[in-house]
């Protein structure tokens, strides 16, 4: 399965992508560190000669990846760099923002989190999952946002109708310590 191509949107989701493609492919080292590659010695042997080429395959193959996944607008920035590590750290100081930039957009996430409130016209399932896209974001960005959290936002905001439901999980199960997967699974049955 190939990664989604970079836009120059949704850098984080992008990153986590990239990062497995390339280790599925025994390529990230190649974008991890930019090793050098040595010269043959005199009479090199044949593991020797092999193992050069195999190092320089990984980096043109890493390369290769890096570009073949992103898209035009964002390649015209990249094409003169040298190697997956220039291209993958441009990417991160372009794309990534600083720590206070993270740290905004974290902050307007829980906002988001926070004011999200459950429509008469969504089912619990709509309402759910735009509470775990956002949680999601939030965790992209290096924050912890845990399910117990989304648990409580949900029993706390949920609509009347399904107060009858709630009550019969506070008689059966300790809501405290209720998973994410049971709530849902009562709440939608």
């Known amino acids: 399965m190939t990664p989604p191509v970079f836009d120059g949107d949704n850098y984080q989701m992008w990153v986590v992508c990239m ?49 073949a996944t992103i898209s035009p607008m964002v390649f015209t920035r990249i094409m003169c760099l040298k190697s997956a590590k220039e291209i993958w750290d441009y990417l991160k100081a372009e794309y990534e923002g600083d720590e206070r930039i993270c740290g905004m957009q974290t902050l307007n996430l829980i906002r988001e989190f926070e004011l999200q409130r459950m429509k008469e016209s969504k089912s619990v399932k709509e309402y759910s999952d735009r509470l775990l896209s956002i949680a ?32 019969t999980l506070e008689i059966t199960k300790d809501l405290s310590k209720i998973s994410l997967a049971e709530l849902l699974n009562a709440l939608q049955a």
């Open 19 to 67: 990062e497995t493609y390339l280790e599925a492919l025994d390529l990230w080292e190649a974008v991890e560190e930019d090793y050098e590659i040595q010269s043959l010695p005199e009479n090199p042997t044949v593991a020797q000669i092999k193992s050069q080429k195999e190092k320089k395959m990984k980096k043109s193959k890493a390369k290769a990846c890096l570009f």
């Open 136 to 167: 999601n974001k939030v965790r992209l960005l290096g924050s912890v946002l845990k399910d117990s959290r989304i648990v409580e936002k949900l029993l706390v905001t949920i609509l009347e109708w399904f107060e009858a439901t709630i009550t």
